[in-house]
């Protein structure tokens, strides 16, 4: 706190000139107060306002009264003056911390040029330094224009920077402080905020096809986790020399291209993410087993709910150990299994004859749950809500519980928990609801389908009666050697036939007795043969209506013929485009290769 002066309004002269210099230094008028400042120079240091800010603080605040800045420290004598400009407001916060609470670099610059030394150290009541703040609030660009370049000294309390970075997403930053200080004075407790940032790992990233064959093209940094601490010093220079390589050669990406740019940046990240972890564990690995134990515990039991098996592996290999430790009372796959991570369930893919351990162990108060009673329980619901439709949520519940049958010891298949119930009948009970809910969906889903199919074939069959142009008095159509008629004719019938199928298939569907196991394959299939059915009926129902107006309009009005038949391919495109990422969810999710495979080469135990 400012305890050198406290304000209060009891003389009315000194009230109307703080006032007067609130009004400048928020509207950057120099001219309107700098003969008072010159008349009273000390009026400069001191706060105007009951929240005991100075007029530095408010100009720097404003991000924009720059000049009202640089006019205000134009007259700093000598280092003793310093201090006097260090004051702080009512939350310890002096100018320097408003700058970083704004981002306002360019009074930031000015004030660590002209003020150097105590500023830059000052802590509010949060216990933050301009620095730390800074940090905090993800400013990369203040970070590296102003505190590296002006004011940055690692020190004890360095450390204290690398946690608030990590949750900044400011990497290279955190990765440049790790790399600058002794070993012993690295926190594991940082591994947690990893931990909780998916993004940073390439796991966390939904890219699509095209961004991750762009993503596995991109050029990497090359990051060598360091042995020695001079070597850090020379990994910290590479590292630094290789971003500005990367920033300079995407330069012009960045304007041009900007969604390239941006998978560049990912990749920049998850590179750094990884090292951090590495040299992490690395720093785990020497320290004491229970420590080791306790630190690599609560950071994996975060990891596996955010989905970061790249994590979980390192840790694993740093300390083997740790594989069976309990997790929320959870072994590491179990828990896998009941947060449904799939990614992190599949390192026991990559594990030895050890995985047989995994499967065969118990948990609960009284050791009978197994995994596949785990299993047998309903999904996080923020998990299932990424799934379309209740009736595919069922279908990978399912494909869990089908997974972790292979996975466990026959035995258990049959177990009794603690309420006598089989792992079958604890998946029965739990995805009562979500039966309901997918049997609903895959009526309401038939029923519109079949309304759709059902006028389809009425068209199709009118139409093959009555053709266009009619017909010659010996009963053939008067078009059948027009090749257009036989567009017309060859399409109309396949519609028919399509649309037959789909009408099938929708109402099998509404028959079907809705049983959990049909969601596994039964049901998707029929939906999978129905709504593509449908579609290629309504192709071919636009098809032949375009034949129909060729033949029709074609010699008549020309100019007309050609527009409208392009025309009829705008349902089609409606449908495959409200339609179809519908089918490809149903066909991948059903045929599709299993979610359930090895990921890496590396035996993680």
Known sequence: MNDEYKYEYKDTER????????KAALHNDWNDVCGLFEATPELKTKPVNDRLETPLMIAVG???????????????????????????????????????????????????????????????????????LAAKLGRKDMIDEVFKKY???????????????????????????????????????????????????????????????????????????????????????????????LESAFKYVKTWAPAIKNIQDIKIKNELGNAIVKIFCKVIEIKDPVIASKV????????????????????????????????????????????????????????????????????????????????????????????????LQLQRELQWYKEVETFVEPEHVKA????????????????????????????????????????????????????????????????????????????????????????LMFLGILTSRYAEIDFLYALPKRLTIGLMSLFLSIAATMIAFGATLALLLNDKVTWIAAPVVMITSIPVGLYALLQFPLLIEIVWSTYGPSIFRKQSSRVIY
């Not at 720059?66 to 003793?80: A, D, G, R």
């Not at 408003?98 to 000015?110: E, F, P, Q, S, W």
């Open 416 to 503: 009794l928990n603690k309420d006598g119930k089989t792992p079958w009948m604890v998946f029965t009970d739990e995805h009562k609801d979500l039966l309901k809910e997918g049997q609903q969906w895959m009526k309401d889903t038939a029923t519109s389908c079949t309304v759709v199919a059902a006028l389809i074939v009425t068209i199709t069959f009118a139409a093959a009666i009555t053709v266009p142009g009619g017909n010659k008095e010996d009963g053939k159509p008067i078009f059948l050697n027009e090749r257009a008629f036989m567009v017309f004719i060859i399409s109309d019938a396949f519609a028919l036939f399509s649309s037959s199928t789909s009408l």
């Open 296 to 391: 690599l515990g609560s950071s994996i039991a975060i990891a596996v709910k955010s989905g970061i098996y790249e994590l979980i592996e390192e840790c694993v290999l740093a300390y083997p150990g740790i594989i069976w430790s309990e997790f929320e009372g959870y072994n590491l796959f179990h828990l896998a299994i009941k947060e449904r991570q799939v990614q992190v369930y599949n390192l026991v893919y990559q594990m030895s004859g050890h995985k047989a351990f995994a499967a065969s162990e118990l948990h609960g108060e009284e050791k009978l749950e197994n995994a596949l009673h785990v299993a047998a329980k309903l999904a996080p619901s923020h998990l299932l809500s990424t799934i379309t439709g209740a009736a």
């Open 62 to 132: 404003t991000n924009s009264s720059h000049e009202f800045v640089k006019q205000l420290l134009n007259n700093v004598k000598s280092y003793h003056d310093h201090d006097k400009w260090c004051g702080v407001n009512n939350s310890g916060n002096n100018a320097l911390h408003y700058a970083a609470k704004v981002g306002n670099m360019i009074d930031a610059i000015l004030m660590v040029q002209r003020l150097p030394g105590r500023m830059t150290r000052i802590k509010n009541i949060h216990g933050d330094t301009p620095l730390l």
């Open 15 to 22: 009230a109307d000139t703080d006032l007067q210099i609130y």
């Open 151 to 245: 004011t940055i000294t690692l020190d004890d309390e360095s450390v204290n920077l690398i946690i608030p970075a990590i949750q900044a997403g400011l990497l290279d930053f955190a990765m440049g402080i790790v790399c600058a200080i002794p070993e012993d004075m690295i926190t594991p407790n940082a591994l947690e905020a990893l931990a909780t940032k998916p993004e940073f790992f390439p796991s966390g990233n939904r890219l699509g096809f095209w961004g991750c064959l762009v993503y596995r093209c991109m050029p990497t940094i090359g990051i060598e986790i360091p042995k020695e601490h001079e070597q850090r010093d020379k990994l910290l220079q590479k590292l630094a020399t290789r971003l500005e390589k």
